[in-house]
């Protein structure tokens, strides 16, 4: 069982306390984004083997959303981080670097979404 | 080339002359070839989709020029995982056209391929434990009158007598009626991927286990090659078969699949004497049973919320199973469980697959079978042969295309068939 510490309340729970929700640092498409671009923000994902940034509702605590970087392989847990940010800070990437010297940093949104269209 | 020797066709007679002869005759299921430089199809994954697509390119397109390599072993990934249930019951017409279509096949797949996969037309209850189930399932019947598929609705005395275990008063979740489809039951999982896996090397196509794809070769927009763990492989055509792996391998190819992958679990029981000859779904508490032929009471659970490939599963969703499923079947409350495991599985946003082109020509995906892939199998196999030997999706793929997501054409049956597919 994966256990996570909320970084608003402080409070260290087991995951059965936690709401999953999803891949972190989706950028969203504004207003004038194509349909392409706003179809790889809806639905296309990384789902990574490996360091996987991902969102988390304290649902049975605080009530908050929060951030955490997390092993989908392994389980480990990196790191949580408040949700106020559009990229992991500092000492989160230097967690995932101290457990795995080889990763490339990487969180960033589909940078290719026309590459994606089937017709 | 040396062509793959033929494994004999099995029969009575076959097993009265090997009778005779100290069983020495038989040969072996399956050739373990050397992989070539070059096919003119490749398939990624050996598990029951990947073969069945390769049986039918052979036996409905002719196309034998074919190799289906894995990274594992034969059948080794959710083919061998899953709790086996086989069942049509989906609301929408384009998931009622290819889950019946498999289940047709299903029907008479041992003898198709020479190879008994004991298919076991049991009957499929899916018990309605709230008001909601109950209308969801009614109209789910009434959706099936329509689409010819032959499902039932029962009500609970009827669920009484067709499972004498069951206790229908709850209190938590009382057994308000069921949707019961009679054609439906239960295979022999390992038997469903060895038997086409058998039928695809008599007709000269090459099954290579061990061999780990990574990565893929593309050159303007084409695909070329794949470059294994033993070497490189060229091919026309390409096809990515993978389950909870599909993102893995759409990223070496360079686009990304709607696809988040998760843990599913299931485990099984002590064996004792037959006591339930249905299958059971409560997908209100998202457990599902039935009794395989050793005795053991196989249950499958729920998924993980989040990204997994562990292939595990975690405790507390068998404790929610198991806890809720003692309630509506109390005689198993003191059954030893003896093996639980877990399969990582491809969930798409509507719960239903993709068969689709990609934007690499000659690169083609079969994903997104979520909880719910083995019995689709024959059908899934059929429909992707067709979309690879044509290049274009026939009636049973066609609204199954990666192109969905972007018109909002969902195939919504997660909201159908809850979690348990």
């Known amino acids: 069982m994966l256990c996570l510490t909320c970084p608003c309340c402080g409070v260290i729970a ?6 999953p929700g999803g891949e972190a640092h989706l950028k969203r498409i504004g207003p004038g984004g194509s349909d392409v671009e706003f179809e790889a923000y809806l639905f296309a994902r990384r789902n990574l083997r490996g360091v996987h940034f991902e969102r988390w509702r304290h649902a049975y605590g605080c009530g908050k959303w929060f951030l955490a970087a997390r092993d989908t392989v392994t389980l480990q847990v990196y790191a949580t981080y408040p949700a106020q940010t559009t990229e992991p800070p500092q000492n989160v990437v230097d967690a995932i670097r101290a457990a795995r010297p080889d990763w490339t940093a990487d969180w960033t949104s589909d940078p290719h979404p026309e590459r994606n269209s089937a017709e | 080339m040396t062509t793959a020797t033929r494994s004999g066709r099995y029969s009575v007679f076959a097993i009265a002359r090997e009778a005779f002869r100290q069983h020495q005759g038989w040969q072996r299921a399956w050739a373990d070839p050397q992989p070539k430089d070059r096919y003119k199809v490749v398939i990624v994954g050996a598990g029951g989709h990947g073969l069945a697509t390769a049986y039918y390119l052979g036996r409905n397109f002719g196309i034998t020029d074919v190799a289906i390599l894995e990274k594992g072993w034969l059948g080794g990934g959710n083919t061998g995982r899953n709790t086996t249930i086989i069942r049509s019951n989906y609301l929408q017409d384009a998931s009622a056209a290819i889950y019946n279509k498999s289940l047709t096949l299903y029907e008479t797949l041992s003898q198709d391929l020479n190879y008994n996969i004991m298919f076991s037309p049991r009957g499929l209850i899916m018990l309605a434990q709230t008001e909601h189930e109950v209308r969801g399932y009614k109209r789910t019947v009434y959706a099936n009158m329509l689409q010819g598929v032959s499902t039932e609705w029962i009500e609970p005395a009827r669920v009484k007598e067709l499972v004498p275990i069951i206790n229908l008063d709850g209190p938590r979740y009382p057994v308000l009626g069921g949707l019961y489809q009679a054609r439906g039951g239960t295979a022999r999982h390992d038997a469903v991927a060895w038997g086409y896996a058998r039928a695809c090397s008599d007709m000269g196509m090459h099954v290579i286990q061990n061999c780990e794809v990574q990565g893929i ?56 004497k037959p006591c339930m000859d249905v299958v059971v779904m409560a997908n209100t508490v998202h457990g599902y049973m039935s009794q395989s032929d050793k005795g053991e009471m196989v249950i499958g659970g729920g998924t993980d919320g989040f990204n997994n490939f562990t292939q595990r599963g975690s405790w507390h969703h068998v404790e929610e199973t198991v806890r809720a499923l003692v309630e509506t079947f109390p005689m198993i409350s003191r059954l030893k469980m003896l093996r639980q495991w877990g399969g990582i599985v491809d969930m798409t946003g509507d719960r239903s697959p993709i068969l689709s082109t990609t934007p690499v020509g000659g690169i083609y995906v079969n994903c997104g079978w979520g909880t719910g892939g083995f019995k689709a199998i024959p059908g899934s196999g059929w429909a992707m042969a067709e979309l690879i030997a044509n290049g274009r999706p026939g009636p049973l793929a066609a609204a199954f295309g990666l192109n969905r997501f972007r018109e909002g054409r969902f195939i919504d049956e997660s909201v159908a068939a809850g979690v348990a597919h």
């Open chain 1, 14 to 19: 087991e995951e059965t306390e936690f709401q």
């Open chain 2, 217 to 272: 070769e593309t050159e303007a927009g084409q695909v070329r090659a794949v470059n294994t763990t033993r070497g490189r492989i060229g091919c026309d055509k390409l096809a990515l078969v993978v389950a909870g792996h599909s993102s893995h391998l759409a990223d070496m190819a360079g686009f990304r699949l709607p696809i988040e992958s998760v843990a599913l679990q299931a485990l099984v029981s002590e064996p004792i």
